[in-house]
T-cell receptor, first 118, second 114 residues
């Protein structure tokens, strides 16, 4: 069975600080996808990134960066120079994307509430 | 990627009544997923809906409480039946994008049961 653990529940930082959100996953599959979503107070889910299990390259997108480490089953997310608009709940998720659609569901971690103070 | 229109965006309902939530996708998709997010919690999958077959429910969710319809490849409904205050949650539908292996979510239905 697949599982996603986000051990941090709430993080509070001051604007312009860097912050890292941790994600650890469990899966028996060799082919899987990892995701990060942002959920602002309005409630919608905003897609941030998708990473497949064969691509361990780190990725940077503006102030956002992701560190994928298969050896430790981790997919951590760093926000550099945080801003008040980054305040939201952030979810890490896992999909075991096998050859059938039956196992293509997304499993979410519990989420991390990030508060960025001015 | 697909665009999903989800209705209603929010509702306040009396206990014992039922609410039907609709999701319309702008392209044909094989599978649609329905999630529940209780206050302050993560998203939990309720069921997976394939067109032309009965939905597959996750442990803890039953068809009598959450009947799902999937009449075609672009539309699905989820009904929350005989509601109680414990059903107060955000309900979201989602589809998988075969081209990108990503998932698109509807904007959610914020349900309050009084």
């Amino acid at each position: 069975a697949q599982k996603v653990t986000q051990a941090q529940t709430e993080i509070s930082v001051v604007e312009k600080e860097d912050v890292t959100l941790d994600c650890v996953y469990e899966t028996r599959d060799t082919t899987y996808y990892l995701f990060w979503y942002k959920q602002p107070p309005s409630g919608e889910l905003v897609f941030l990134i998708r990473r497949n299990s064969f691509d361990e390259q780190n990725e940077i997108s503006g102030r956002y960066s992701w560190n994928f480490q298969k050896s430790t089953s981790s997919f951590n997310f760093t926000i550099t120079a945080s801003q008040v608009v980054d305040s939201a709940v952030y979810f890490c998720a896992l999909s075991e994307w096998g050859f059938t659609e039956a196992n293509s569901k997304l499993t979410f971690g519990k989420g991390i509430t990030l508060s960025v103070r001015p | 990627s697909a665009v999903i229109s989800q209705k209603p965006s929010r509702d306040i309902c009396q206990r014992g009544t039922s609410l039907t939530i609709q999701c319309q996708v702008d392209s044909q998709v094989t599978m649609m997923f329905w999630y529940r997010q209780q206050p302050g919690q993560s998203l939990t999958l309720i069921a997976t809906a394939n067109q032309g077959s009965e939905a597959t429910y996750e442990s803890g969710f039953v068809i009598d409480k959450f009947p799902i319809s999937r009449p075609n490849l672009t539309f699905s409904t989820l009904t929350v039946s005989n509601m109680s205050p414990e059903d107060s949650s955000i309900y979201l539908c989602s589809v998988r994008d075969r081209g990108t292996y990503g998932y698109t979510f509807g904007s959610g239905t914020r349900l309050t049961v009084v």
